[in-house]
């Protein structure tokens, strides 16, 4: 079963998915104004596994995440924005 993670930030709306997946996701990303993205993947543990800067135009944008280089488990994604900030939760299954 798969499922489609959304959530609304303050004029900035988001989909991960697949979600679980084998490591290879799609984040869409759909905003009112041009911001800069803070986004950071955390292991159960809390520990920063991965973190990248995106830059966000208005309108949709869709940036392909690779994480094929981690183990099967729950991690946490957050993306933060200059004003806000908002966690989700991603699952792989190798």
Do not use: A, H
């Amino acid at each position: 079963m798969w499922w489609f993670d959304s959530c609304r930030m303050r004029e900035l709306l988001y989909q991960l998915y697949p979600n679980p997946g084998n490591g290879q996701f799609m984040l869409s990303i759909n905003s009112s104004d041009e911001e800069l993205i803070d986004l950071k993947l955390l292991d159960v543990s809390g520990k920063q596994v991965y973190s990248k800067n995106l830059t966000i135009i208005k309108g949709n944008k869709n940036f392909w995440l690779d994480f094929t280089f981690l183990e099967t488990g729950i991690y946490s994604l957050v993306l933060k924005s200059k004003e806000t900030q908002t966690q989700t939760k991603l699952i792989i299954i190798k």
